[in-house]
């Protein structure tokens, strides 16, 4: 056993963890914070999907332990009912989800992904490597590839992800 102290949502949060406790674990069973999905538990969905000091893990993935005093934001974290954040309300409404099952990892995804193309990370679509990246069809396709619809949702959430893109401008 080994303690941890995490910032959850901007709360302090310290546990008492096995060291092999998955982040994705320890978010759903010892925090109860259970937006985010366990979909194959091989970083293979994307339905896992949280920040870490902003950049987006698989939490399924990662051990606790190795994110001491690290910042996480769940899905519980980015908006409240009647508060959303702006990637949550454009999936509602450009319909970017069907059963829900993926969707707090896609938005999680969504949102890591815009601040990567604003801070100019290129992809591998990425035409100029010299040029700031620009949010296209392509390079979201590209960058929210590991986060998998099993509806098929794809072409709503590209919509969402372009719309809020868009206003952010």
Known sequence: MSRVSLRVNGEVRSLELDTRTTLLD????????TGSKKGCDHGQCGACTVMV????IYSCL?????????????IEGLGQPGNLHPIQAAFVKHDGYQCGYCTPGQICASVAMLEEIK???PSHVTADLTAAPQVTAEEIRERMSGNLCRCGAYSNIVDAITEVAGRQA
Do not use: F, K, N, P
């Open 62 to 74: 990662t051990l606790a332990v190795m994110h001491e005093g690290d910042a996480v934001t769940t």
């Open 119 to 121: 801070a100019g990370v």
């Open 53 to 56: 000091e902003g950049r987006r």
């Open 26 to 33: 320890a978010l759903r069973e010892h925090l109860q914070l």
